[in-house]
């Protein structure tokens, strides 16, 4: 089986809706599982209507209603298909839980409303195949893959998330589901992590042993730096697992940090293609050499924080006060990007994805002297030279640097 992933950037519109149809018929639509994400810029769209819903008591569907109405409109003539009847149930289905919920738990309601884009998105696309006479069945990634209760960061338990998957998808056949989301197993929705739809094409790769896993972007492959900042970026074509799970690790948006560790245990290529141009090659990933060609690698994380804690006697800060920051650092769900200490101190990068710095600062300060900068830049560099890491400094104000023999970072804070 082959697994194909389609980002939300790639069916936005119909547009993309009936490129991606192309690219079906093109391939083949035997022995395929399609993995899609909500479409467009949904998740934010949800986002808005979550945070209204807590700060105002508000609920407001309007816009994300409206923008899946005209998709569907487009690509469906006749007003009285089906689907807008399974579009309506959906809505109201959204609309029943915020009105009844009685949780304030932010995480909790994020991923029951949240999964509502996916599960629209492959309605939608699934309904559209069958207009064009390609048979697939649609099927509920909740009721295969299963996790904790970690929501918005689940961890799936791959003994049961195995036996499902492999339970309902048959070979020879065309499925299609959503990414990003799960379920516990008292069937309550999580999520993988933001952009982790690419994570439930592995998890689907490794549980049906599958031949390959394409995900199709809106860009032609994975390139040594975003294009959009650095102008003079290159296209790679070939990144070994291990180092592609160190470019995701560093935050490489092309590929999700998870995705890539479920692939190199069976040894199941990745390719990342382009939606727009078949005839492309894209970039593998696999077994082989490190990249091709071996260039500098240079990620760009934004609005991250520089926090620097030091005890408040001013002793070594050693071993078991760096426990205690890590112990606060995983219940208040903090990413850790950067760690560089000193005698007396201990100097993070962390990424506040969660929300939860402020209360991770009330904690920390109980315990710690503790001061920070918001708003700082992380540059990684992977395979770096002295050139690279020259160009990088130029124009900026270096907060923090660390340079190993693989990869050096950079922390800078551009307006000061």
Not at 91 to 105: C, I, M
Not at 115 to 126: D, H, M, N, P, V
Request: hydrophobic share 40%; proline share 3%; with cysteine.
């Amino acid at each position: 089986m082959i697994i194909f992933k389609f980002g939300g950037a790639s069916v936005k519109e119909a547009a993309g809706v009936k490129n991606m149809v192309e690219i079906l018929k093109k391939t083949g639509t035997k022995d395929k599982l399609i993995v899609v994400s909500a479409m467009g810029k949904t998740t934010n769209a949800l986002e808005l209507v979550i945070q209204n819903y807590f700060e105002f008591n508000k609920i407001d569907l309007t816009e994300v209603k409206n923008f899946h109405a005209q998709i569907a409109q487009n690509l469906f003539t006749d007003t009285n298909h089906p689907i807008f009847v399974t579009l309506n149930q959906y809505w109201k289905e959204l609309t029943s839980f915020l009105e009844q919920n009685s949780s304030q738990g932010y995480d909790f309601v994020y991923d029951q409303v949240i999964g509502f884009g996916e599960l629209i998105s492959t309605a939608i696309i699934s309904a559209y195949l069958n207009s064009e006479e390609i048979k697939n069945t649609w099927i509920d990634a909740r009721k295969l893959i299963k996790t904790d209760t970690t929501y918005r960061d689940a961890q799936v338990n791959w003994e049961i998330t195995q036996k499902n998957i492999n339970h309902h998808i048959k070979p020879n056949e065309l499925f299609i589901t959503q990414g990003f989301i799960a379920s516990t197993t008292n069937n309550c929705t999580t999520t993988l992590g933001r952009e982790g739809s690419d994570y439930s094409a592995a998890i689907f790769a490794y549980c049906l042993n599958a031949k390959e896993v394409s995900i199709w972007k809106d860009v032609s492959g994975v390139y040594n730096a975003d294009p959009r900042i650095f102008k003079d970026s290159i296209q790679l074509n070939q990144i070994n697992y291990n180092e592609a799970i160190e470019l995701a690790f560093y935050g490489a948006s092309v590929i999700h940090p998870k995705t890539i560790q479920p692939l190199q245990r069976k040894e199941i290529p990745l390719v990342v293609r382009s939606f727009y141009d078949l005839t492309l090659p894209g970039t593998k990933v696999s077994n082989g050499p490190k990249i091709v060609p071996q260039v500098p690698c240079f990620i760009v994380k934004d609005d991250l924080i520089l926090l620097s804690i030091a005890t408040k006697d001013f002793s070594f800060f050693v071993e078991q006060n760096m426990s205690e920051v890590f112990a606060l650092f995983h219940a208040f769900q903090t990413k850790v990007d950067l760690i560089q200490n000193s005698a007396i101190s201990f100097s993070v990068v962390i990424d506040n994805k969660f929300k939860k710095f402020d209360l991770l600062i009330e904690n920390l300060q109980k315990r710690f002297r503790v001061s920070f900068n918001k708003g700082v830049k992380l540059y990684t560099l992977r395979h770096a030279t002295p050139e690279a890491i020259k160009a990088t400094e130029k124009d900026k104000v270096v907060l923090l640097k660390q340079v190993t023999r693989e990869t050096a970072q950079l922390v800078v804070h551009e307006n000061l």
